[in-house]
């Protein structure tokens, strides 16, 4: 299997706050919307984020133990200042996400960050890390 | 916010677990390895899957609500065909994965598909979707 990803999909209790929060809210682009059922958007060179409706996200993964609700993952947004930072979660928080941690230094990796979680339960890190960068290829350097 | 998404973080309460699947299982080549704290693997231009110890995990996110293990979430990796598909799920399982839906027909959106749960609960949809495709650009479009 390719060390590659395509899809992230999550379960979504309420897609008409979803499209408010990322269209509306923050001025994204859906690549398919699909009312009552599924909300996408590219977010990275072929790579697209995918909000299902929960009831059929556990119907079509035919995981009748699958807990509702999101958890167990953060989704991360890397901006280029610690006053990004800030402004970033601020206008999360504005769209309608509520604040999980506010813009601070991180206890890992050396980073200036906050968390803010988005109508559904989506979390979104939003950090400064000095020590990332994408190469013109695509490639990720960390160190 | 741009439309943009860097790293994908999963609390992981195996890492050991999950380096045995990904790397020696799948074959795959870490960016990063920290042990006993984060594994990392760049899985697109410029997007990172983390997977983070569960306990600092929790710790870094400052919410004591969240529950633990993955949930409400899905992972897609496309291949080019139904036959791909079940090879490639075939290969999941003999890595330690654990079958959730064979290979079929999906429900939603004419595509052939079957998930399969990684170690520490991450599931990995395998499709084959006839209406995707990954312009040279990066450009997903979707019919």
Chains 1, 2 share one sequence.
Do not use: C
Request: hydrophobic share 45%; charged share 15%.
């Amino acid at each position: 299997m390719d060390q590659q990803l395509h899809f992230i999909t999550f379960a979504t209790a309420d897609l008409d706050a979803a499209s408010a929060f990322y269209t509306a809210g923050l001025g994204w682009k859906p690549l398919m919307d699909v009312p009552g059922e599924i909300l996408f958007f590219q977010v990275a060179p072929g790579v697209v984020l995918g909000m299902f409706d929960a009831d059929k996200f556990r119907q079509d993964l035919n995981d009748s133990s699958a807990a509702p609700g999101v958890s167990g993952v953060t989704l991360s947004h890397n901006v280029g200042s610690a006053a990004e930072v800030s402004a970033t979660i601020e206008k999360l928080s504005t769209a309608g996400g509520t604040v999980l941690k506010p813009a601070q230094a991180g206890a890992f990796g050396g980073i200036f960050h906050g968390h803010v979680k988005d109508p559904n339960g989506i979390v979104w890190e939003i950090a400064h890390n000095p020590g990332w960068r994408i190469e013109d290829d695509g490639t990720v350097v960390l160190r």
